[in-house]
């Protein structure tokens, strides 16, 4: 099983160590020594002292074949993607952009294909996400081959399996290179409230000691909601406690079908001012794939969608024109004189839109929009 991972990225050339997130640069000369070597030949000696250097892994004597994986380059410009492996979850969390939680996904040999395309598409960071991916029956296979192409990733999970031996024994031997686990409270109240699940929180409680005790990579985001806002402070304590990186979520968004129920659950008073939306990558260098091998620019533009079951990596190619044509001004943004320093990009904009929230919720310039207007 590879240990280090030497791989093309939008120009460059890097090395990489599952499991951790610190990588280096490498020239294109020593790139293609990797590739031209031979399985059954030891690794460079530059290999090695970088290795050792930089991650403390001894690789030395070791054949090229046994603990390296060099990838190819792709005619792509792709360097990272989401892939939502199921929209079914354990909980029934208030807040959820979902909405309706379907238990679908697509079989294995459709699978394959799509972690195919996300190969030859150039991924090298790939997010696997949900629902809870960990429930789907086919997570471990697709966790396992995805690593097998030589991808670093993330899984985002509400931590209620990985206190399964059979879960921490698959991320043990191929690491990610992040555990980001969903914070819902700070007491079991509170938490098991918010889910709709009794039980959660200790589930959740467990995965989390277990998963730290194995050195796993962790990072922690602490959603932010009407239920859970007075215990903020003690979800904050719960990452320092175990000394990990937080970061907070309180803006809630409409569901992916355009409900707005689950706007009711945002709480005002922890809301954070978007940032002025320059632009945006999506579909250009990322792209996101649904649980049907629909590939689409991002969890919230899910339209146009290009199915990689049906064409393969190919149909990456229109994805860059889809993009440009969704960050385009639609519907009451038409027109608008300030939404040159609007926070919100078009398609989050036409959701909100068509659940018909108020102006408020996704528009920072509501009063000196009613100023312009009279």
Not at 274 to 296: E, I, K, L
């Amino acid at each position: 099983m590879h240990r280090v991972i030497a791989t093309p990225f939008q120009g460059e050339f890097l090395l990489l160590h599952p499991g951790k997130s610190q990588g280096l640069k490498i020239p294109e000369e020593k790139f293609e020594q990797l590739r031209a070597l031979g399985s059954s030949e030891l690794c460079p000696e530059w290999l090695t002292g970088v290795a050792q250097r930089t991650w403390g892994l001894d690789i030395r004597d070791q054949k090229v074949g046994d603990v390296t994986l060099v990838r190819s380059p792709s005619s792509f410009n792709y360097g990272q993607a989401s892939y939502e492996l199921n929209l079914g979850c354990n909980y029934d969390c208030k807040h959820c952009y979902l909405g309706m939680k379907e238990f679908e996904g697509l079989p294995w040999t459709d699978r394959v294909d799509v972690l195919h395309a996300l190969r030859d598409a150039g991924v090298v960071w790939l997010q696997l996400t949900g629902g809870e991916p960990m429930i789907d029956q086919l997570f471990t296979s697709t966790y396992s081959y995805a690593f097998s192409l030589g991808m670093m990733i993330e899984v985002l999970t509400n931590g209620s399996r990985l206190h399964n031996p059979i879960m921490l024994d698959l991320l043990a031997k191929r690491p990610p290179q992040k555990l980001t686990l969903s914070v819902y409270g700070a007491t079991e109240e509170t938490y098991d409230g918010l889910t709709q699940r009794r039980g959660s929180y200790k589930a959740f409680s467990q995965g989390l000691a277990a998963v730290h005790e194995a050195g796993l990579p962790l990072e922690l985001s602490i959603i932010v909601t009407s239920d859970n806002a007075h215990e903020v402070d003690a979800m904050h304590a719960l990452a320092e406690k175990y000394g990990l990186p937080s970061t907070d979520f309180a803006n809630i968004s409409p569901t992916i079908y355009g409900g707005s129920d689950v706007l009711r659950s945002q709480y005002p008073q922890h809301l954070t001012k978007r940032s002025v939306f320059t632009g945006c990558d999506a579909g250009n260098t990322f792209f996101h794939v649904d649980p049907h091998g629909n590939a689409s620019t991002c969890k919230v533009a899910r339209d146009p969608k290009i199915s990689l079951v049906k064409e393969g990596v190919e149909g990456l190619r229109r994805l860059g024109g889809i993009a440009d044509g969704l960050l385009l001004r639609q519907g009451g943004c038409t027109g608008c004189q300030l939404s040159g320093t609007c926070g919100t990009c078009m398609p989050l904009a036409s959701l909100f839109r068509k659940a018909k929230a108020p102006l408020a919720n996704y528009c920072q310039h509501t009063e000196k929009r009613k100023e312009v207007d009279q």
